[in-house]
């Protein structure tokens, strides 16, 4: 069973449009939580990091829900620059583990005008 | 400018001939890491290493070794690249602590014909 499972859309949305992914995990041993962000070939970039008490940034709002296991990211009011894929990650907090990042396989974002 | 490096960014070569994949960070990050990217499989880790001389096994490691001698370089070395090792790479950093950002290369484009 992978360690992060994430739906791979695609998504695509009108401009103004708010969008959800959401994103399991199977180890309840895991204790920080990520989006990232990744364009067309180009290297992840860090969206924002997912806190236990949910956390927004501008049109950006993270949700953990660590009883279900799932992390959450919704994009209010779309821009045609959030067109991108979108990685959940996950990171265990102990042992040999403690180093590795589980990512998802990502999900695209289309946005169109 | 804090940054990952990696070289060469794209590479054709032929099933195999030994080749090594640079990877520099200049933060001083403790833990570096090596992913691989494919179609429909995400990123999936080779190895990472928690620092100098400390390296351990990712998700598939197979075909591939790496070295950590200095804090900065991690390198990623395949002895014997195969067709089936044609894709996307990215080397990434970060400082240890579990809210703390990775920061990933530009990416390496490797076709083995």
């Known amino acids: 069973r992978k360690e992060v499972e994430q739906d791979p859309g695609p998504f695509n949305v009108p401009e103004g449009a708010t969008v959800a992914f959401n994103c399991t995990y199977s180890?309840?041993?895991?204790?920080?939580f990520f989006w990232y962000r990744q364009d067309c070939r180009k290297e992840p970039k860090l969206l924002m990091s997912?806190?236990?008490s949910g956390n927004e940034d501008g049109r950006f709002t993270a949700q953990l829900n660590r009883a279900s296991q799932y992390i959450s990211l919704l994009i209010r009011d779309s821009k045609l620059s959030d067109s991108a894929t979108y990685l959940c990650?996950?990171?265990?907090?102990?042992?040999?583990?403690?180093?590795?990042?589980?990512f998802g396989r990502g999900t695209q974002l289309t946005v169109w005008p | 400018e804090a940054q990952v490096t990696q070289n060469p960014r794209y590479l054709i070569t032929v099933t195999g001939k030994k080749l090594t994949v640079t990877c520099s960070q200049n933060m001083n990050h403790e833990y570096m890491s090596w992913y691989r990217q494919d179609p429909g499989l995400g990123l999936r880790q080779i190895y990472y290493s928690m620092n100098v001389e400390v390296t351990d096994k990712g998700d598939v490691p197979e075909g591939y070794k790496v070295s950590r001698k200095e804090k900065r370089n991690f390198p990623l070395i395949l002895e014997s690249p195969s067709p089936n090792q044609t894709s996307l790479y990215f080397c990434?950093?970060?400082?240890?602590?579990?809210?703390?950002?990775?920061?990933f290369g530009p990416g390496t484009r490797l076709t083995v014909l």
């Open positions: 997912v806190y236990s």
């Open positions: 990434a950093s970060r400082q240890g602590g579990s809210y703390n950002e990775q920061f």
């Open positions: 990650a996950v990171r265990l907090g102990r042992g040999s583990t403690l180093g590795r990042l589980y």
């Open positions: 180890n309840s041993a895991s204790q920080s």
